[in-house]
Structures are given as C-alpha cells and as structure tokens.
C-alpha cells in the first residue's frame, strides 16, 4: 500500500480522513495524493428546500473550494511531519529494510517501512465525483469518509464512484479519528467473491496485524468457503488468524459484525462490498448498508 489517494472536500469528517491515510502511509511508507472534488451543480441545493432549483457553481467558488481543501490537506501533512514528495524525476531514495517491530510490537511483513510517507497535491483545479473512480485506477488504496444523511457529512457519490469504478481497495474513515488501525483486525468473511476479492486487497494490512478473527455470521453467507478454510488458507500466508461464528440472535447480519468488532475491540473491519445488488440492499436493506451507516471503526472495502 505505497499509494494513497485522498480526494479532499469540506465536510465534518475530513480530519478523520486524514487521519486515516496517515496511518496507513506512516505504515508502509506511502506516497500520499490529494486533490479537491467538487459536486456537480445539481449537488447544491437551494436554501428554499421545496424549491427545484439550483444553486450554481461559479469559478469563483471553484477557485475557493480547492484553495481551502489544499490548506486542510497539506495543514495536516506539515502538523505531522509529513514531507512533500520529490519530484517525479527525481532519483528514488536508496532502499533501507524496515525495523522487525515498531515500539508497540506490531507485527511487520515485508515492505512495511513506517519511514519514508510523502505527500503532493499536483492538480492546480477541482475534480469531479467520477474522476475518482478513473484516477483511482492507479493507487493501490483510496480513503473516504463515511457517508451520511446531513449536509455536513461525507457524499455518497464519491464512495460509490471508488467503489464500482476503480477496482481498487476503499478505506472507509469513522466519523471520529482512529488512533490506531490494522493490529486487531475483523474479517466479515460471507463466502462470496467480493469478500474474497477483499481479503487479498487487505493482505498486507493483515500479515502485519497482532489479531485476525474470521467471522461468519449463521444465515448470513453465500454458497462458498467455510470460515475456517479461510482462517487456514490466511495462517499459511503468515496471518495469525482464527474462526469464529456469531449467531444472529435477533439482529441483521450488519448489526451482529459491528457488535462483535466492538466486543473484540477491532481497529479494523475487512468487509467486501454489496454481495446483493445496490438496488436490492436500498430495499431490503444488508450488511455493507448497516456498516455504512454505523461503522466506528475504520473499514476496508471492495467490490
């Protein structure tokens, strides 16, 4: 996970976000990007809300919306000592092997050198919510804020655009800045493709986590793999991981993962995105719509 891709908008969880992509890039030593988004004009409501109109943007708030997510994005990166990246011409610096272990005894697998995190903000203008999915195509995470109902929240368009456009891993923020991220870990294995497809996005995060707890949820899975061929399957790839089977007991699918991450105090949720189809889940609701809405910890999607 050596590239990050932080699409930056002004909402009340940018902080997390940020936050969030340090963590990782103080990690793995990764090259951080950030960039401003800017809705597309029929995101701007007008203040009279039975109103059909909309309120357009002009350059001016163009020019206004990306000066103010770059001095949150690079205020941010200055506060934690966070470097500017070298020039893309530049020589890249010599290699050093990483540390066995940082000071809390996290577990290190190859690559993951908490030196080296750089950051750049190499686009002058605005981007829009499908440029993420494009763009993302070429960074091996994006992280998001969790979205939500209020006006001040995170969008959903810019999560469902990395989700279903780009191919690549989404790191969805909690509401609140995580301190920690990736030592004890939460797989919601389902048996489907897309979780699969999770689980090898996630692995680098996995091989270097303390704890690993492959959970299924009775009545919740897909014709697939059992749990514990999962935990097998991830132990010879040197994650210490173990299977464990919660049931219902009353609750959604969603509900028993987030109760079960929280009862084992997990810092991190794997959990592959929209099994159903997006259309099935807004009416019957699912698993990734609860854990969308509810998540307090940071959680690693794909699709």
């Not at 103080?26 to 007008?46: D, K, N, T």
């Not at 011409?89 to 940082?102: E, N």
Request: glycine share 10%.
């Amino acid at each position: 996970m050596k590239t990050i891709l932080v699409p930056t908008e002004d909402h009340d969880q940018m902080a997390a976000v940020l936050q969030t992509a340090w963590l990782i890039a103080r990690r793995f030593g990764s090259y951080i990007e950030g960039f401003a988004v800017q809705p597309a004009p029929s995101g701007f409501l007008a203040v009279d809300p039975l109103s059909s109109l909309t309120i357009p943007q002009t350059a001016g708030s163009d020019a206004e919306i990306e000066r103010e997510s770059r001095r949150m994005f690079e205020s941010f990166m200055a506060s934690h000592g966070v470097p500017p990246a070298p020039s893309p011409t530049a020589p890249p610096p010599a290699y050093t092997l990483p540390a066995p272990a940082d000071s809390r005894g996290l577990r290190r697998g190859p690559g993951q050198n908490r030196e080296g995190a750089s950051y750049a903000w190499p686009r002058p203008g605005g981007e829009s919510d499908t440029f993420i999915g494009s763009y993302g195509r070429v960074f091996d995470l994006i992280v998001l804020g969790r979205p939500g109902r209020a006006p001040q929240n995170p969008r959903m368009a810019p999560l469902e655009a990395a989700l279903f456009e780009s191919g690549r891993p989404v790191l969805i923020a909690p509401p609140t800045p995580p301190n920690e991220l990736g030592h004890n870990v939460l797989v919601a294995w389902n048996g489907s493709t897309e979780q699969a497809r999770t689980n090898a996005f996630a692995m680098p995060l996995l091989r270097g986590a303390n704890e690993v707890t492959v959970l299924t949820v009775e009545g919740g899975m897909t014709p697939g793999p059992t749990g514990e061929e999962v935990a097998l399957h991830l132990t010879r790839n040197g994650v210490p991981a173990v299977a464990v089977t919660a049931a219902p007991a009353g609750r959604t699918t969603g509900e028993a993962i987030l109760d079960e991450a929280r009862f084992r105090g997990c810092d991190l949720l794997v959990k592959g995105a929209y099994a159903q189809s997006r259309l099935r889940q807004m009416i019957f609701g699912g698993a990734t719509r609860h854990i969308l809405a509810h998540a307090t910890l940071p959680v690693l999607m794909a699709h």
